[in-house]
């Protein structure tokens, strides 16, 4: 099926015989394209063939040196119709979305710099690129080369493996002192790639991120003066000013108290009071895509007060067991809650 795609992809490029550089790069399981990398010469002409052989939808933007994050949040906002491509003078080429079985591919010329490929499907970006170097000098050793995708890393057994006191097993979770959260901050790994920061002190969560977990080396060799390291790219980061819970009416601030947490399978439910009412919070990674679950078990609740959710912040939320109530504000309908956070 691939060859005949393949051979009829290249009809028309026989007849348009400019390209210097034609070659085939394949989506593949896991969020990631099968070349870690890609070399051209300067000033060439090159076609990129993209074959999707996984069982999502992909596509594969080319973008100017360093544009990389700017074309993906960019695309965030653009809908499926336009392929999740936003019109940018940022954007070099890309592909329509390519559906499982298919094929696509683009033509472009590249001046000397270092370009990116990436899927600019929703929350793909983060994690699925490869750096295209225009450039007749020599690339550092692929094991050296900072601008891989962190699972390209990983899988070369290449990425340096940031300092931890013992061999992590995923889910993990650290107190530890990091960027954006008070000293109470509590950082989990669902799996070495998605992780979140949740604030013990203000029983909130702050931020999630993808692509690694967190670097602690210099804080331990600091005089406690120094912040553990997020690896990787936030994906979602909680609007400071606006606690998400509230008890009976939609804009009463609760007091909040820390209970603790339990662990279940290394992965910690969070106990803590908003007002007198005692929740439970528990998250788990989406599957399959960039996102997380936050599940509210209202464990007890003495006067029976209503509860909000004010869905503030970067990102996009779905509420479960939750009604719309306006502005942004979802009202719980029973004792159990959830809201699934996108990018
Ligand atoms: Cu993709």
């Known amino acids: 099926m691939y060859r005949t795609l393949l051979l009829l992809c290249l009809g028309p490029l026989w007849a348009w015989g400019q390209s210097d ?3 085939v790069i394949k ?10 990398r890609i070399q051209v010469k300067p000033g060439s002409r090159v076609t990129l063939i993209l074959e999707n052989y996984d069982d999502m939808a992909h596509n594969l933007v080319v973008t100017r040196p360093g544009a990389r994050l700017t074309v993906v949040e960019q695309a965030l906002k653009v809908t499926a ?3 999740y491509v936003p ?3 940022l954007v070099v080429a890309s592909t329509k979305i390519v559906i499982p079985g298919a094929s696509e591919q683009v033509t472009f010329r590249v001046e000397e710099g270092t370009y990116s490929y990436v899927c600019t499907y929703p929350g793909h970006g983060f994690i699925m690129y490869g750096p295209l170097y225009a450039t007749s000098k020599p690339l550092p050793p692929l094991a050296k080369d900072p601008n891989l995708a ?7 057994g290449a990425k340096k493996e940031p300092a931890h006191a013992f061999a992590l097993e995923y889910p993990a979770l650290y107190r530890t ?10 950082v989990v790994s669902f799996d070495g790639n998605s992780s979140y920061c949740w604030d013990a002190a203000q029983c909130r969560l702050r931020y999630a ?3 690694g977990f967190v670097d602690n080396e210099e804080q331990w060799y600091s005089k406690g003066d120094k912040y553990s390291k997020i690896v990787g790219e936030t994906y979602w980061k909680e609007d400071s000013l606006n606690y998400p819970l509230r008890v009976g009416s939609p804009d009463h601030i609760p007091q909040v108290r820390f209970l603790g947490y339990k662990l279940k399978d290394r992965l910690p439910t969070f106990r803590y009071l908003i007002d007198d009412i005692e929740v439970h919070e528990t998250l788990t990674a989406l599957p399959g895509e960039i996102g997380l679950v936050r599940r509210f078990a209202v464990v007890r609740n003495p006067s ?8 503030s912040g970067k990102g996009s939320f779905v509420p479960t067991g939750a009604d719309p109530a306006g502005s942004g504000l979802f009202l719980a309908q029973s004792t159990t809650f959830s809201l699934a956070v996108r990018p």
Do not use: C
């Open 21 to 23: 550089t034609t070659l």
């Open 27 to 36: 989506a593949i399981a896991g969020m990631q394209y099968d070349l870690p």
């Open 81 to 83: 119709e336009k392929n």
């Open 87 to 89: 019109e940018s003078p």
């Open 150 to 156: 962190p699972i390209v890393k990983e899988k070369l």
């Open 177 to 186: 002192w990091v960027p954006g959260a008070s000293p109470a901050a509590i």
């Open 209 to 211: 991120w993808t692509g």
């Open 304 to 311: 029976s007060r209503k509860i909000y959710f004010h869905a």
